[in-house]
């Protein structure tokens, strides 16, 4: 199968281009390398798809509708997985136009690229932000979702909307994916469980928001990828919803589908995760509540099962030493956390 990924040298995109690769699929990714975090974590998953002869690369801002509809006419994708996005919930308040172009400007050029060169599926990512203000849990897909609460959560239901309409226009089979609070090896650097294991490996206090008194449903990204790939062969077809409570618009083929397990964990235990795994008391600055924060996120994957038999199922109590593990090989530091902070804080060359 031939697929195209937009985002491959991100978080995401890179581990569903490897899975994608090792499966024997040829992938075509699409990333522009802006400089939000290190262009070097980047670089280096980029390589490593790199080693593929399936996978070609494109360095390219999606903005640029010409060149996104350049790449559509000469790769053919038979799928196309959106991903790429300007991420993060804080930073929308620092330089919201990022967000316009390219999570609204750049998906329509995705979008509009499938419109005139037909795909099996696509597959975009939304994100649990854009439930905002609901107080019901678990956030079900059927539930209303008006009131989003930052920038980026708005830019995501934008793309929601647009995708729906191309799909009933167009005729395009498109499933939205509401993603949960993923983390993993490979992770970006804002992210919370890197600034957590950063700070305590440096010695430094990490940053605790509303003095720890909320709840994520985290999402291991093994998880996430086992279900996107699971997805992708089940296109959303009208008139054949899979349950009930099916999101599938009665005048397109569109769905939206959480990504998520329902278990939520506090973010105290997170820390504690993070702290018996390096061995190393974690220092903690408790902070009132941000602007954009939410108190709690729970997924319901009753969808999510009645599609494909499955929900996202790793322990935070395995996720996170494996984050760490991965952290303490790609930053160089020794196995032997009696060397970390608290120690002699040695690292080998990295």
């Given at each position: 199968m031939r697929c195209l990924v937009t985002g491959t040298a991100g978080f995401i995109g890179f581990h569903l281009a490897r899975r994608l690769l090792a499966g024997g699929h040829a992938v075509a990714g699409v990333d522009s390398m802006t400089p939000y975090y290190d262009v070097t974590l980047k670089q280096r998953r980029e390589a490593i798809l790199g080693d593929s002869p399936d996978f070609t690369n494109h360095r390219l801002a999606l903005e640029d509708t010409a060149g996104v509809g350049a790449i559509f006419a000469e790769f053919r994708p038979d799928v196309v997985v959106h991903l790429a996005a300007q991420?993060?919930?804080?930073?929308?308040?620092?330089?919201?136009?990022?967000?316009?172009?390219?999570?609204?400007?750049?998906?329509?050029?995705?979008?509009?690229?499938?419109?005139?060169?037909?795909?099996?599926?696509?597959?975009?990512?939304?994100?649990?932000?854009?439930?905002?203000?609901?107080?019901?849990?678990?956030?079900?897909?059927?539930?209303p979702a008006d009131h989003q609460i930052t920038l980026y959560a708005a830019t995501k239901k934008a793309n929601e909307a647009m995708g729906h309409s191309y799909a009933h226009l167009f005729n395009i089979p498109t499933t939205m994916f509401?993603?949960?609070?993923?983390?993993?090896?490979?992770?970006?650097?804002?992210?919370?469980?890197?600034?957590?294991?950063?700070?305590?490996?440096?010695?430094?206090?990490?940053?605790?928001?509303?003095?720890?008194?909320?709840?994520?449903?985290?999402?291991?990204?093994?998880d996430l990828i086992d279900a996107i790939v699971r997805v992708m062969d089940l296109p959303p077809e009208l008139g054949k919803p899979v349950s009930e409570h099916d999101t599938l618009s009665p005048v397109a083929p569109f769905r939206i589908l959480n990504i998520g397990g329902g278990h939520p964990t506090g973010l105290l235990e997170y820390i504690d995760l993070v702290e018996k795994a390096l061995g190393i008391p974690v220092q903690r600055n408790y902070m009132d509540m941000q602007p954009?924060?939410?108190?709690?996120?729970?997924?319901?994957?009753?969808?999510?099962?009645?599609?494909?038999?499955?929900?996202?199922?790793?322990?935070?109590?395995?996720?996170?030493?494996?984050?760490?593990?991965?952290?303490?090989?790609?930053?160089?530091?020794?196995?032997?956390?009696?060397?970390?902070?608290?120690?002699?804080?040695?690292?080998?060359?990295s």
């Open positions: 991420a993060g919930v804080r930073y929308s308040l620092e330089n919201p136009r990022s967000y316009i172009d390219s999570n609204i400007v750049g998906t329509h050029s995705v979008i509009e690229a499938c419109r005139h060169h037909p795909v099996r599926h696509l597959m975009m990512a939304s994100t649990s932000s854009v439930y905002g203000a609901n107080t019901k849990m678990p956030y079900a897909e059927t539930d509401r993603f949960f609070t993923v983390y993993g090896p490979w992770g970006r650097p804002d992210m919370a469980l890197f600034k957590f294991v950063k700070n305590t490996l440096e010695g430094k206090p990490i940053d605790v928001y509303n003095h720890g008194k909320m709840e994520r449903d985290f999402t291991y990204i093994d954009g924060d939410v108190l709690r996120t729970t997924a319901s994957p009753a969808l999510l099962e009645a599609l494909i038999g499955y929900r996202p199922q790793t322990p935070v109590s395995v996720g996170v030493p494996a984050f760490i593990r991965w952290f303490m090989e790609y930053h160089g530091y020794k196995n032997d956390t009696s060397a970390l902070p608290g120690g002699s804080n040695e690292r080998t060359a």
